[in-house]
């Protein structure tokens, strides 16, 4: 009978070990492509202003005129610390959906996982068109699947 695996940043593990799952999360990402340059001074103040209750309806709204809502390449601490709360409730997994195009990081989600004990899986794949290295656009499919 053959096992059913699953690939982790930590390595391969049995499916069965997957446990609770969150199957779309992005722990660690920069998706500055799609921000907003200010306009306005308003809009300025608001740019790099830190998320609070009185500026989160805002950002529902205006997603991508927040740099700080739009990259959390550099939150590891805040992530490791809401897995371990994940973990304690039962979780195990999370698929982490960033791909190379929006700082996919492979070294930080080894880290987080270690610090966490949360599994996680890690997107593939590119972006959008507009991310996507020129010299990938040209590449062969061997050329592509050697990418870490």
């Not at 306005?40 to 529902?60: G, S």
């Not at 890690?122 to 699947?145: L, N």
Request: some cysteine; glycine content about 6%.
């Amino acid at each position: 009978m053959v096992k059913s695996q699953v690939e982790t940043v930590l390595g391969a593990i049995d499916a069965k070990d997957l446990g609770i799952t969150l199957p779309h999360e992005h722990l660690v990402m920069d998706a500055s492509y799609y921000s907003t340059p200010p306009a306005t001074d308003e809009e300025r103040e608001r740019y790099t202003a830190p998320i609070t209750m009185q500026n989160l309806n805002w950002l529902r709204h205006n997603l991508y005129k927040s740099k700080v809502n739009v990259s959390m390449y550099n939150e590891q601490e805040a992530v490791i610390a809401d897995l371990k709360i994940f973990k304690l409730t039962g979780g195990m997994t999370v698929v982490e959906n960033t791909v190379i195009g929006i700082n996919r990081d492979v070294a930080k989600m080894v880290n987080i996982s270690k610090s966490s004990g949360v599994h996680i899986v890690c997107g593939t794949g590119y972006f959008v068109d507009e991310t996507i290295p020129r010299e990938v656009k040209s590449a062969s499919v061997e050329k592509i699947t050697e990418v870490r």
